[in-house]
Structure formats: structure tokens, C-alpha cells
Antibody
Framework: QLHLQESGPGLVKPSETLSLTCTVS?????????WAWIRQPPGKGLEWIGC???????YYNPSLQSPVTISVDLSRNQFSLKMRSVTAAETAVYYC?????????????WGQGARVIVSS | QSALTQPRSVSGSPGQSVTIPCTGT?????????VSWYQQHPGKAPKLIIY???NRPSGVPDRFSGSKSGDTASLTISGLQAEDEAEYSC???????????FGGGTKLTVL
């Protein structure tokens, strides 16, 4: 059974970099899937941030205000999110997840979510 | 590109059916058969219940069904049960620039 687990700081200061890592267990990250980051601000809907495949090909949401980088570490079966120059608008629960097949597919596995607060 | 449009809330009594619409545009919902639906209980991660407009993952009851007409996709839940009370969100592929759009979510209350 596939399991995804987010880890990283729960509090980030404004203008600094938000960094989260997703550890994948139960299957290799080297597979025909896209590995995604999705967030949910308090009381709001889900927002897709972007995704990456095992070869490092990335797709990002062009409407995001803060610059985003998603990377993959095959040796650790992990993928990561970095969001720079964050503001309070980045306060959210961040989920790592897996797309069914390509980026067009539904998201069939989700981590439990990591709550990140941006505040000084 | 704007998020997909869903009603903020819907309600129904046990045993009844409810339908939740998800309205997009000809660039997303109307263009691709890659609409998915998610059920989310408070404090929990979303759960995939419909993918590619009409398909149910293994283990999802057939009370949940999906459809699409033009730029609007719909989720229908028949035979409402108390445990169906949750937030439901739609999602669509939107092509090679925007990629993926979610709806704002609909709170289903089982009366």
C-alpha cells in the first residue's frame, strides 16, 4: 500500500523560504506517475501547486504569487517543495500526492497534510 | 485562470439524491474528459471518488456517479447516508499552461 508523508517546518517567517519534503513508501518513486503538491488555505478550496516525474520533468501552476521549485531525490524516494519569498497568503495545509498516470489524471493517493503558518 | 465554480453548499435527507455541479470553461471541463471528484471529511485529506468524469476507484460505492455536459461536470450521490456529509471538490485538467484547476468545494449536509 502506497504511503506519502509530508515533513518540514510548521512556521515560516514572511519573505523566507517554505520547504517541505514528501517521503514515499510502499512503492518506488521511479514509476509512470506524477508526484504533486496541493495546498488548502484555511476555510478555502484546494489549489494545485505543481508536480514532477521521476526524470525531473516539472509542471507548475502559473498563477502562484511566490516562486516555486519542485525537485526529486530518487535515492531517498522523496520529492520536495520550495516556495520562496512567502507571505501570509501561503498559510495553508500542504499535501503531497500522486496523480493517476499523467498530470491530467486524478489524484489517487494523498499524504495526511502538513500545516504551515507564515507569520513573524 | 479562475477556479472551477461550485455551489458553496447543498443538502439532502437520508435516502434522497443530490447533484453537485462544477462549472468550468471550454478550455478545461469542456475540453477534456479529465474531471475528478474528491470527498473530504473535516481534518482529513481528500479522497478520490470519481476520475475521468465517470470512473469510480475500487472501493467507492456505486451510489457515487459522475457526468459531464458541455462545460459543466456533475457529481450525483444517490441514497444519501449520514457518512456522506463532507466537502466535495471537483478538479479538471486545463491544458499545457494552466495544467490543473480545482473547484472551491461544496459542503454537503445530510439533514
Amino acid at each position: 500500500q502506497l504511503h506519502l508523508q509530508e515533513s518540514g517546518p510548521g512556521l515560516v517567517k514572511p519573505s523566507e523560504t517554505l520547504s517541505l519534503t514528501c517521503t514515499v513508501s510502499g512503492d518506488s518513486i521511479v514509476s509512470y506517475y506524477q508526484w504533486a503538491w496541493i495546498r488548502q488555505p484555511p476555510g478555502k478550496g484546494l489549489e494545485w501547486i505543481g508536480c514532477i516525474d521521476y526524470a525531473g520533468t516539472t509542471y507548475y501552476n502559473p498563477s502562484l504569487q511566490s516562486p516555486v521549485t519542485i525537485s526529486v531525490d530518487l535515492s531517498r524516494n522523496q520529492f520536495s517543495l520550495k516556495m520562496r519569498s512567502v507571505t501570509a497568503a501561503e498559510t495553508a495545509v500542504y499535501y503531497c500526492a500522486r496523480h493517476l498516470g499523467s498530470v491530467a489524471g486524478g489524484v489517487d493517493y494523498w499524504g495526511q497534510g502538513a500545516r504551515v503558518i507564515v507569520s513573524s | 485562470q479562475s477556479a472551477l465554480t461550485q455551489p458553496r453548499s447543498v443538502s439532502g435527507s437520508p435516502g434522497q439524491s443530490v447533484t453537485i455541479p462544477c462549472t468550468g470553461t471550454s478550455s478545461d471541463v469542456g475540453a477534456y474528459n479529465y474531471v475528478s471528484w474528491y470527498q473530504q471529511h473535516p481534518g482529513k485529506a481528500p479522497k478520490l471518488i470519481i476520475y475521468e468524469v465517470t470512473n469510480r476507484p475500487s472501493g467507492v460505492p456505486d451510489r457515487f456517479s459522475g457526468s459531464k455536459s458541455g462545460d459543466t461536470a456533475s457529481l450525483t450521490i444517490s441514497g444519501l447516508q449520514a457518512e456522506d456529509e463532507a466537502e466535495y471538490s471537483c478538479c479538471s485538467y486545463a491544458g499545457g499552461y494552466t495544467h490543473v484547476l480545482f473547484g472551491g468545494g461544496t459542503k454537503l449536509t445530510v439533514l
